[in-house]
């Protein structure tokens, strides 16, 4: 009788256990299920939901950014969306990246009024894109500026003799591949660089010229690479006025805007996902007391900028000059 009723004991434990485990894996299923909705709804209700001013936040290192540029021509077909602010923080990016986001704010400036809002950074690209904007607002300590092109490859060459390493190639003509980081730089290859730079120099001055109240001669005695604070900034008129986001929407509320609107971010749908790796990524952060493990951690480290194909519009400054 005792092992009988042993047996009734565990087969109770067991189907308790059993309860437990099911109703665990129910309300999983339902909050996956609830995130999931959520993040396929959210542009949507933003969309159809109450006039508001979009808030688009562009930071870190400048990339041709697909699902940016759809995000942008979204809200610019928004009938809810009365303005927008550009959120900008990032020391630039490359060239390409900066011109495709130019041109799709250029487009959305045409539907709606669209002004700048500068955080700690706005250089290089991240100033290009800036100036695709109707207005700028900086910081009085934002820095702003480094307005120029550069190019940047490694010369390996004297470390690969050092280990008794070369590269062999055959090719078409002498500036084929070039340059290579297995070779050192010859002036013929450094004239056709700098060719290639200054024509990009010569487009981006060209854009400060047609987007700020400045003349050819005023752009070019800024655009030496040299940065700015906002300050410094605003008396050279690479910005329009000091502040932030409150000062954003009392320019947009000059141009018709309901200044009493409420400033909706619209997310980038990737790294909302709730199944995203950034997402998980930040969500097993958090869960190994790492909360600063997430989206920003390839920009933290610098991760981001290794890999950078073209043309640069990028502020690096030298470490020295920081007491680095």
Same mark, same amino acid.
């Given at each position: ?44 209700l ?28 979204r ?18 990016g ?87 980081? *297995?070779?050192?730089?010859?002036? $013929?290859e %450094?004239?056709?660089? @700098? !060719?290639? &730079?200054?024509d990009?120099? +010569?487009? *981006?001055?060209?854009?400060?010229? $047609?987007? %700020?109240?400045?003349? @050819? !001669?005023? &752009?070019?005695?800024?655009? +030496? ?7 410094q ?20 509320a ?26 998980l990524?930040?969500a ?39 007491g680095?």
């Amino acid at each position: 009788m005792a092992d009988r009723a042993d047996d009734i004991i565990d087969r109770r434990r067991l189907r308790r256990k059993l309860t437990f485990w099911r109703a665990a894996a129910l309300v999983i299923v339902v909050l996956a299920v609830a995130a999931l909705s959520s993040w396929a709804m959210r542009d949507r209700l933003a969309s159809t939901g109450g006039s508001h001013i979009a808030k688009v936040k562009i930071e870190g290192t400048i990339v041709e950014d697909e699902e940016l540029l759809k995000r942008l021509e979204r809200i610019a077909k928004a009938d809810s969306v009365k303005g927008v602010i550009l959120s900008i923080d990032s020391p630039g990016g490359t060239t390409v990246g900066g011109e495709a986001i130019y041109e799709a704010v250029r487009k959305l400036a045409e539907q709606k009024p669209v002004v700048a809002q500068v955080g700690t950074l706005a250089a290089s690209a991240g100033y290009m894109i800036a100036s695709a904007t109707d207005h700028i607002v900086a910081r009085q300590s934002s820095i702003v500026g480094s307005i120029g092109v550069l190019v940047q490859f490694p010369d390996v060459s004297e470390l690969m003799a050092k280990i008794g390493v070369k590269v062999e190639g055959v090719k078409s003509s002498p500036l084929k591949a070039e340059p290579s980081p *297995f070779s050192p730089t010859t002036d $013929e290859e %450094r004239a056709m660089l @700098r !060719a290639l &730079v200054m024509d990009s120099y +010569d487009w *981006f001055v060209g854009l400060v010229e $047609e987007r %700020r109240p400045l003349s @050819r !001669a005023e &752009v070019l005695a800024v655009a +030496d690479g040299s940065i700015f604070t906002g300050r410094q900034a605003l008396e050279r008129k690479l910005v329009d006025g000091l502040g932030g986001e409150e000062q954003a929407v009392e320019w947009l509320a000059s141009k018709g805007v309901d200044g009493e609107l409420s400033v909706i971010e619209w997310k980038s749908s990737e790294s909302d996902s709730f199944f995203s790796p950034l997402a998980l990524a930040q969500a097993a952060g958090t869960l190994l007391g790492l909360e600063g493990l997430g989206p920003d951690v390839a920009r933290k480290i610098g991760a981001d900028r290794l890999f950078l194909d073209g043309l640069l519009s990028l502020w690096q400054p030298d470490r020295d000059a920081f007491g680095g």
